[in-house]
């Protein structure tokens, strides 16, 4: 058994910069991939970034691949996503999951979930 939990949100101005931390209990964390999803009002959950077990490898949606970076971090059992030049359409709740499945992982592929946390962009 995983848990997440997300911090890190909050209300930012656009062009602004959050970094999102998600801390992952129990001793197996280093053994996932670990992904950023994000879900804006209204609409569906989408991926936003994977990471490799490892850290090694990476993969972004296109929509968000020049302004955000997925890392871990395996000692401190948490992963972190850095958005860059925010902009409203960023907001949404951001979810961190975790996942046992071979690389990369489908994004039904997802074992646990964290809560979720809201960042909100003003204009």
């Known amino acids: 058994q995983v848990q997440l939990v997300e911090s890190g949100g909050g209300l930012v101005q656009a062009g602004g910069s959050l970094r999102l931390s998600c801390a992952a209990s129990?001793?197996?964390?280093?053994?996932?991939?670990m992904g950023w999803f994000r879900q804006a009002p209204g609409k569906e959950r989408e991926f936003v970034a994977r990471i490799s077990a490892s850290g090694g490898s990476t993969i972004y949606a296109d929509s968000v691949k020049d302004r955000f970076t997925i890392s871990r971090d395996n000692a401190k059992n948490t992963v972190y996503l850095q958005i860059d030049s925010l902009k409203p359409e960023d907001t949404a709740v951001y979810y961190c999951?975790?996942?046992?499945?071979?690389?990369?992982?489908?994004?039904?592929?997802?074992?646990?979930w964290g809560q979720g946390i809201q960042v909100t962009v003003s204009s």
């Open positions: 999951a975790a996942s046992a499945k071979l690389w990369p992982p489908r994004s039904g592929d997802y074992d646990y």
């Open positions: 129990g001793r197996t964390f280093s053994r996932y991939h």
